[in-house]
């Protein structure tokens, strides 16, 4: 068994109020944001246990890595809405008998126009919306989990996480304050667990222009939302900027194509994102 399986099989839900994730065990929030952190890892893991590989995206990523400075998610007032999931293609047939099993009704109109890269199930008793991307998130720009799913459990890597959140063009305040607090929480690195893979990041953009262009600007928006939140200590703020600069470096740094290159040159006068429009409705 090789250290991604050993990782995995320990990971499992202990009891209602905390995580077992390797050594460290992570204090749930209690209340409404409890239940929805509890549900994501007791989905994640009855997938597992069938087989079916499956992992928490989105906002509670934050609950499930940010066991330090997890309360300013709380402070700086980011509720939780939905479960983002990311699951591979050939494990959605599974995924939906589990889901409904536990409840969940399929939104059949959504997921027959977009059941091929994403499908919605939405639990009425509980008023929970559980979203899952297959395979990729492909929004502003593209985010790809293929082969990325087995580095981390229960959810996706750090890294992949801001790739989730910057690749949005009309970023929200919301997806900023998750920014902050993952940074603030993490260190950058070349690995993926607990650590974001900044080497990771900066590849993706070497021959993507218009993906780079977005998260430069997202970070530099981060960095501006800094003063605004009174929660956070001067330490906070000093060590998320210079994460966030140190972060720019390491993208401006490595090596662009002549694509990329050439594109750079067009700059945002021509439209470097996909037009998104959410159909949940």
């Not at 928006?221 to 140190?246: G, H, Q, S, W």
Request: overall charge neutral.
């Amino acid at each position: 068994m090789d250290s991604t399986q050993v990782f995995i099989s320990r990971s499992r839900l202990l009891t209602h109020e905390s995580v077992w994730r390797g050594d460290i065990v992570a204090e749930l929030p209690r209340g409404s944001k409890s239940g929805f952190i509890e549900e994501a890892v007791s989905i994640v893991d009855a997938a597992r246990d069938r087989g079916l590989i499956l992992r928490v995206a989105g906002a509670c990523v934050i609950r499930l890595h940010c066991h330090k400075t997890g309360h300013l998610h709380d402070a700086l007032k980011r509720e939780l809405s939905d479960i983002d999931f990311v699951t591979y293609a050939k494990f959605v047939k599974g995924l939906r008998s589990l889901l409904a099993q536990r409840g969940y009704i399929a939104n059949d109109r959504f997921n027959v126009l977009h059941g091929t890269v994403r499908q919605i199930f939405i639990d009425e008793v509980n008023r929970r919306t559980v979203d899952i991307f297959i395979d990729q998130l492909d929004m502003c720009h593209k985010v790809d989990f293929r082969k990325r799913l087995e580095l981390d459990y229960p959810t996706i890597t750090l890294a992949d996480f801001l790739l989730e959140k910057l690749q949005i063009v009309k970023i929200t305040e919301k997806d900023v304050k998750d920014l902050i607090v993952v940074l603030r929480e993490h260190d950058l690195g070349d690995q993926e667990r607990e650590t974001i893979d900044a080497e990771y990041i900066s590849k993706r953009f070497s021959d993507d222009w218009g993906f780079y262009y977005t998260t430069t600007t997202n970070l530099g928006k981060a960095k501006d939302f800094l003063p605004a939140y009174e929660v956070l200590t001067e330490e906070d703020r000093l060590d998320v900027r210079t994460k966030i600069d140190t972060l720019l470096s390491i993208i401006e740094n490595e090596p662009k194509t002549f694509g990329w290159k050439m594109r750079a040159k067009v700059g945002p006068k021509k439209q470097w994102y996909h037009d998104v429009t959410d159909l949940r409705s």
